[in-house]
């Protein structure tokens, strides 16, 4: 179940990544359900959870709740270049998350 969540988790990082191909409807409803799965995500791993993992979790948070704003906010671009910042912030962040991961799996087998 583990593994199902974490493909699906993978699965709409990409997609949310992939705005410029897949459009801004696709890259909202994928950044939607990213955010859905990182809160099941912390909710499955909760007994790993160090502070680490919850600065995480709240700069998901703030990337998205930035992204609503950049929506609600449209005419004013500081507000969707703050929105840019903050997501790849969050991607590098992430990506720094999965590396750590992965390369704990290969240690312990």
């Known amino acids: 179940m583990k593994r199902i969540l974490n493909i699906l988790l993978i699965a709409s990082l990409l997609l949310?990544?992939?705005?410029?191909?897949?459009?801004?409807?696709v890259h909202k409803m994928a950044s939607a359900l990213f955010l859905l799965l990182c809160a099941v995500h912390t909710a499955v791993y909760r007994k790993?959870?160090?502070?680490r993992g919850l600065a995480l979790a709240a700069v998901v948070l703030i990337a998205f709740v930035s992204g609503v704003f950049s929506l609600v906010f449209d005419g004013?671009?500081?507000?969707?270049?703050?929105?840019?910042?903050?997501?790849?912030?969050?991607?590098?962040?992430?990506?720094?998350?999965?590396?750590c991961f992965h390369r704990r799996i290969l240690r312990s087998a």
């Open 16 to 25: 949310t990544l992939s705005v410029p191909l897949t459009g801004l409807i």
């Open 76 to 99: 004013i671009p500081a507000v969707l270049a703050l929105h840019k910042i903050v997501f790849l912030t969050c991607v590098a962040a992430l990506a720094v998350h999965i590396f």
């Open 48 to 51: 790993k959870l160090r502070a």
